[in-house]
């Protein structure tokens, strides 16, 4: 662009109008000075990557030991930094991370994670109603659990699904559907409920399964939906021909369910409405897709888009440049490193990185000029607490309107010397509007 002459068209254009240059010059001034605005965001959020110092490769972290190039070039180009996702000393869950990062305080907005669970799983949830995650598990005829995930059952859960959804309890709507392998949700619809109940899933096996309780006298009805439900299920899923079938195979039958983590919708403005930002989401993982749906993003599916190691990176990252085209803001959940995080394989969370990477350096290629794009996650996963941790995650952000510092290695402790750091995950919206001129001025 800097070269006149490739702009200008060649010499004989030049030759016979030879005042037009000139007039251009000004009108080309113009067109950089707009060009030099970003217009978009390309927003990766890598689940769970940031780490601690790990013993076997030498005190590094996954991301400090992997080779990543394209994740090196973001922040060389432009900013880095660290960043507590929610607040110092609070370790997230993907969910309430993840409505940081997209500006909304969790604190404020949330209530618990069945509703975003039966939103991934395409159930919308009207204000009053009550939604639970769910596994499909098996039981003793005592009631204690033989196996929380019923053999990790992956085939016939939409039957047995079918089979205990659309019943009525007091009055109480039952819906009932299947998510990813032995995961479900549970909604309750009806007058009078309230979510704050207790679980029915004792969290690990060789114990009877609990009584729900009202944990307010609000909620009596509801736990006393729940536990009539629970049984129900149990008497019916026991006939179900899949239980049948997996018993004759000799496979854990899938004769309960144990809800958890029971919440309500609480009215949120969408996404749109309140940045001005047209967005879209890409996850494998149900949760995530139900924070997007509840936002207000066209959730896009993509073919091979697993939420497992098995997730096909590319796909993934061919919609999002797709979709940056209909929507200014696209953000796309990897799920793998957290995965790794929690199974603690170092090694395997390194391959991760790099084949992330790989896929990232095509996006680079590819992105178009007016974008930003920001590398970040929704919390650390370290592999030697295999669970999620409160120590910050890294952020690069590059593109037009962004300040470039030193920083040239993405990592948890590179970025820490960045122009980002201090930032939080609420702030991050604030700040992508103010690189892309759309924040107000505050003042005279
Ligand atoms: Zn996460
Ligand atoms: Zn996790």
């Given at each position: 662009m800097n070269d006149?002459?490739?702009?200008?068209?060649?010499?004989?254009?030049?030759?016979?109008?030879?005042?037009?240059?000139v007039v251009i010059l000004y009108w080309q001034c113009d067109s950089i000075v707009v060009m030099m605005k970003a217009e978009k965001l390309l927003m990766l959020i890598l689940d769970g990557m940031p780490d601690r110092p790990v013993p076997e490769i030498g005190m590094k972290t996954p991301l400090q030991a992997a080779r990543k190039p394209g994740f090196d070039r973001i922040v060389t180009e432009g900013a880095g930094g660290?960043?507590?996702?929610i607040g110092t000393g609070i370790v997230p869950g993907s969910d309430t991370a993840h409505l940081?990062?997209?500006?909304?305080?969790?604190?404020?907005?949330?209530?618990?994670?069945?509703?975003?669970?039966?939103?991934?799983?395409?159930i919308e949830c009207a204000p009053g109603d009550v939604a639970f995650r769910c596994n499909f598990?098996?039981?003793?005829?005592?009631?204690?659990?033989?196996?929380?995930?019923?053999?990790?059952?992956?085939?016939?859960t939409s039957e047995l699904a079918k089979s205990i959804s659309g019943m009525k309890i007091d009055g109480i709507e039952v819906i009932f559907?299947?998510?990813?392998?032995?995961?479900?949700?549970?909604?309750?619809r009806g007058k009078g409920l309230d979510p704050r109940v207790s679980d029915v899933d004792p969290h690990e096996e060789n114990s009877r399964i609990l009584t729900s309780k009202p944990l307010s006298p609000e909620a009596v009805v509801?736990?006393?939906?729940v536990n009539k439900f629970v049984q129900e299920a149990y008497r019916t899923l026991m006939k179900n021909p899949v239980n049948l079938e997996r018993a004759s195979k000799g496979l854990p039958?899938?004769?309960?369910?144990?809800?958890?983590?029971?919440?309500?919708?609480?009215?949120l403005q969408g996404f749109r409405e309140r940045f001005g930002l047209k967005p879209a989401g890409i996850a494998g993982v149900s949760l995530i897709k139900g924070v997007f749906r509840i936002l207000g993003f066209d959730t896009i599916d993509v073919k091979g888009a697993t939420g497992g190691l098995d997730t096909d990176i590319d796909a993934k990252m061919h919609a999002a440049l797709k979709n940056l085209t209909t929507h200014d803001l696209v953000a796309v959940n990897i799920k793998a490193p957290d995965i790794a995080g929690h199974d603690g394989n170092c090694a395997q969370k390194i391959e991760i990185i790099e084949r992330i990477d790989a896929s990232l350096q095509t996006v680079l290629k590819e992105l178009p000029e007016e974008a930003l794009i920001a590398v970040l996650s929704d919390h650390s996963t370290p592999v030697s607490l295999r669970n999620h941790s409160a120590d910050p995650v890294c952020i690069a952000i590059r593109g037009k309107g962004v300040r470039i510092d030193g920083v040239n290695s993405f990592d948890e402790v590179s970025c820490s010397q960045g122009v980002l750091r201090g930032m939080r995950g609420k702030d991050l919206i604030g700040y992508i509007l103010g690189i892309m001129g759309r924040a107000e001025k505050f003042g005279a």
């Open positions: 006149p002459v490739a702009f200008f068209g060649n010499d004989d254009d030049r030759t016979i109008y030879d005042i037009r240059p660290i960043m507590d996702v940081a990062l997209f500006g909304y305080d969790p604190f404020r907005c949330y209530s618990g994670r069945g509703p975003f669970e039966a939103a991934g799983v395409g598990a098996t039981v003793d005829d005592k009631m204690k659990v033989i196996d929380r995930r019923a053999g990790r059952i992956k085939e016939g559907r299947e998510a990813t392998e032995h995961r479900a949700v549970l909604v309750l509801t736990a006393d939906v039958v899938a004769n309960m369910v144990l809800p958890r983590g029971a919440g309500t919708l609480r009215e």
